[in-house]
């Protein structure tokens, strides 16, 4: 069974730094992995969406890499603002695509001091 | 712009009270799913479904059931809300893997059941 992991759980940075979250799951057969934001009582809004044929996405000031051989994804964010406090999830879908193939990490809270 | 309605988002009810969550998307999507979200326990899968009429059990269906009559709305059905259901419910859709496969959430519907 899949199982995703995001370490830390919690990331505290000064306004400014360039930052990344990891993201590691342990079944490297997976169709494509997504990247969450989720605002305090909120729902999550999607950030970024890897194919498994691609290596990375951008959008804006973020990046997210896919390395499925060593069942890792990095979520990279370039001078970080305080709007960017949340917390950030990642998700898999195993390769088989089915709709309950997908598998959540617990995700990193993240706050950025002015 | 893609959108996914929860009908609610905050709810409080009291035991014993039959409780709907409603879903609505206007993305056509084939996928729908519920979840309830807990602190430390991360997001977990109560229910989804990939077609009208279709439903699956997902992680932790006890004391639910969904209804999907028509492609664009998908309901959650507490029979006898406890207070163990005391929770954030989020709905998601999405196109089956093979056509993308991102997911979209709803804002999410905070109940406590008194």
């Known amino acids: 069974k899949q199982e995703v992991t995001q370490i830390p759980a919690a990331l505290s940075v000064p306004e400014g730094e360039n930052l990344v979250l990891n993201c590691s799951f342990t079944d490297s057969a997976i169709y494509n992995l997504q990247w969450f934001r989720q605002d305090p009582g909120k729902g999550l809004t999607s950030l970024l969406l890897?194919?498994?044929?691609?290596r990375e996405q951008t959008s804006g000031r973020l990046n997210a890499s896919l390395d499925k051989s060593s069942g890792r994804s990095t979520l990279y964010i370039a001078a970080s603002q305080p709007g960017d406090s949340a917390t950030y999830l990642c998700a898999v879908v195993d390769s088989g695509g089915g709709a309950d193939g997908l598998t959540f990490g617990k995700g990193t809270h993240l706050i950025i001091q002015p | 712009d893609v959108k996914v309605t929860q009908s609610s988002r905050y709810l409080v009810k009291r035991t014993g009270e039959k409780v709907f969550l409603e879903c609505v998307q206007d993305m056509d999507h084939e996928n729908m799913f519920w979840y309830r979200q807990d602190p430390g326990l991360g997001l977990r899968l109560i229910y989804f479904?990939?077609?009208?009429?279709?439903?699956e059990k997902g992680d932790i269906p006890e004391g639910y059931s969904v209804s999907r009559e028509k492609k664009e709305r998908f309901s959650l059905i507490l029979e006898s809300a406890s207070t163990n259901q005391t929770s954030m419910y989020l709905c998601?859709?999405?196109?089956?893997?093979?056509?993308?496969?991102?997911?979209?959430f709803g804002e999410g519907s905070r109940l406590t059941v008194l």
């Open positions: 890897i194919q498994s044929s691609q």
């Open positions: 479904s990939y077609d009208v009429k279709m439903k």
């Open positions: 998601a859709s999405s196109f089956p893997s093979g056509n993308t496969g991102e997911l979209f």
